[in-house]
């Protein structure tokens, strides 16, 4: 008696090869059963992505309100399918606030004012927010080295953190520069001092730690993250020949950069 043969098909996804009575690819774990996309399907997917359990946008931002160090954890230690990917969610949360900065109308940064820090925020808010992850990345891993972590591991860190920084902003910033513009300086000190905490905690969580002396040293990366961007934005501003700032040229963080050294380098010489 002749077996009977199983169709085969090949998976759209990784190419590998699965039983036409599969409904799932055994290689990637994609559904077989696929379809022509229609707009139903895509304003599905829109809304699954963002209020679909713990692995959604509003999931997630959830439970980095309280537990930020244990949801970076568990992405380092591999449990990575059931949450947002934290370079996405940085990316999502950027999107999100620049549209969201600007259709209130609200001069968060007091640009008006002609400050060169206030002008790169206001331009350049994504290349700025993006620029400090690498930064508090640096930081943590130096500060924590004992504990083992290196700069990738905190770069997961720092994104979910800086992701969860800009609701931050969205939910207590702009509400109160729209109601408060006056007490715009006291907003943004307590909005610093808000982070700042809150990085100390997922510093702790994501470390293990539960001491005193490991909470202040979860305030040093914040602290030594802003005094590096005034610094480099200050210096790059004062050392080109260009009556704005723009962060886009290589030069700008070139200059910073070696004024930045130098700078140090005077300090550690004495």
């Not at 809304?47 to 997630?60: E, M, P, R």
């Not at 950027?94 to 900065?101: F, Q, T, Y």
């Not at 109308?105 to 820090?117: C, I, L, S």
Request: charged fraction near 10%.
């Amino acid at each position: 008696m002749q077996a009977t043969q199983t169709a085969t098909r090949t998976c759209p996804n990784c190419s590998a090869p699965y039983e036409q009575t599969q409904s799932y690819c055994p290689s990637c774990g994609q559904s077989t059963h696929l379809h022509r996309l229609t707009v139903g399907h895509i304003l599905h997917e829109f809304f699954h992505a963002i209020f679909h359990t713990d692995t959604s946008i509003l999931g997630v931002i959830k439970h980095l309100m309280v537990r930020p160090g244990h949801i970076a954890r568990a992405y380092v230690d591999g449990k990575r399918k059931s949450l947002y990917n934290p370079f996405n969610f940085l990316v999502v949360l950027v999107a999100l606030s620049i549209l969201i900065i600007n259709l209130s109308g609200v001069d968060v940064f007091q640009a008006k004012n002609g400050n060169p820090v206030a002008n790169l925020m206001t331009k350049h808010f994504n290349l700025v927010i993006f620029f400090t992850v690498p930064l508090t990345a640096l930081y943590t891993s130096l500060l924590f080295r004992k504990q083992g972590v290196n700069f990738a591991e905190a770069a997961v860190l720092a994104c979910y953190t800086a992701g969860e920084r800009t609701v931050f902003f969205l939910l207590l910033v702009i509400p109160l520069m729209k109601f408060f513009p006056e007490h715009h300086l006291a907003i943004i000190w307590a909005y610093l001092g808000l982070y700042a905490v809150y990085y100390a905690v997922a510093c702790l969580q994501f470390t293990g730690q539960r001491s005193v002396l490991g909470f202040f040293k979860g305030l040093l990366p914040t602290i030594l993250l802003q005094v590096s961007l005034y610094l480099l934005i200050f210096l790059g501003h004062s050392l080109i020949p260009h009556p704005e700032i723009n962060p886009y040229k290589p030069v700008f963080w070139k200059q910073a950069l070696k004024a930045l050294l130098a700078i140090l380098g005077k300090v550690f010489a004495r």
